[in-house]
């Protein structure tokens, strides 16, 4: 009989392209990883990897039985969540991936949800650009992600994966108290031609967005600061030497030296989704995660009980 542990392994390998980026992705240690594509091997009496420069690559009797076992797992997992949905009772370990401001944002308060409700659902995530997500989700190395999609930048979702809205977000332009727009209610690009910008890394959905954010007026933002945490974007502001488009989600109270300024035409917004794959729609996990989400993101939904 095929061990399923195993064919997650090869599937992890054909996804991430390395055993280390395997053993990464299902929390298992490489060698471990190594030993079940061994099992794999033994079984059929045919090697799933070759050796390719420093790394491996999957034969073609391992890409045949990663892509044909991808359906297999599918139909295991469903009837995993059909068996828990008879249940009733959510419980078991959720794997998650979303990006740093819902880690901060949303996230945070559902664990502190969960462990006042004493659940028995466990929760783990990892941080990632949605677009990591969307694949960790299709590729079954995660169970539930948070992503975004702005409003000029839509995120490409395969059809075998469910989505939820959570919420919208948008984004505010921040900038020093002694700074000339500081006192303005609403800005637009164009008041932000001349400024000096500390954003995302290059291709990274903010920096894209930031970047569409000037295309209607012909001209690109001056950007010599690049940074992935939005903390030292804010700090950067507090010193007086840029300004950042930052969302709402999970942003910090900031100081009395930064002030949040409203932007229009357009306004930056972004929809905070939940995304996971159809066949783990009935599992009283996934189901109770997402209905704890929905209350952190509206309130009006809390019930006494989940």
């Known amino acids: 009989m095929i061990d399923l542990v195993a064919l997650r392994s090869l599937k992890a390998i054909d996804v991430h392209g390395s055993v280390v980026g395997a053993a990464q992705a299902l929390g298992y ?12 091997d033994k079984h059929f009496g045919l090697a799933s990897l070759e050796k390719f420069g420093r790394g491996v690559m999957l034969t073609e009797h391992g890409r045949r039985l990663a892509e ?5 797992l599918a139909q295991v997992e469903l009837l995993e969540a059909g068996v828990q949905a008879e249940g009733g009772k959510p419980a078991g370990v959720v794997r998650i991936s979303a990006h740093s401001t819902a880690c901060r944002g949303l996230l945070a308060p ?46 490409r979702i395969p059809t075998h994966i469910e989505t939820l809205d959570l919420c919208v977000d948008v984004a505010d332009v921040l900038v020093h108290r002694s700074h000339r727009l500081a006192n303005r209610s609403e800005i637009t690009p164009q008041d932000l031609v001349d400024e000096c910008w500390v954003s995302s890394t290059a291709g990274s959905i903010c920096h894209d967005w930031l970047i569409r954010m000037f ?57 905070i989704q939940l995304i996971w794959r159809r066949t783990m729609s009935q599992s009283p996990a996934i189901r109770h995660l997402a209905a704890v989400l929905q209350t952190i993101t509206n309130p009006e939904l809390r019930r006494a009980s989940f």
Do not use: C
């Open 110 to 155: 559902m664990l502190a949800e969960l462990q006042a409700s004493d659940s028995a659902v466990t929760v783990t995530f990892v941080e990632n650009d949605p677009w990591v997500s969307v694949d960790l989700v299709a590729t079954g190395q995660v169970d539930l992600a948070v992503v975004h999609n702005w409003n000029t930048q839509p995120l």
């Open 68 to 72: 044909q076992g991808a359906s297999l």
């Open 215 to 271: 295309a209607d007026i012909g001209t690109d933002p001056h950007i010599p600061f690049y940074d992935s945490e939005f903390a030292t974007h804010i700090a950067l502001v507090e010193q007086g030497v840029a300004v950042g488009l930052l969302p709402r989600l999970g942003r910090p109270l900031l100081s009395e030296s930064v002030v949040a300024v409203r932007v229009v035409d357009p306004v930056p917004t972004r929809n």
């Open 29 to 40: 240690s490489p060698s471990a990883i190594s030993q079940q594509i061994k099992k794999l």
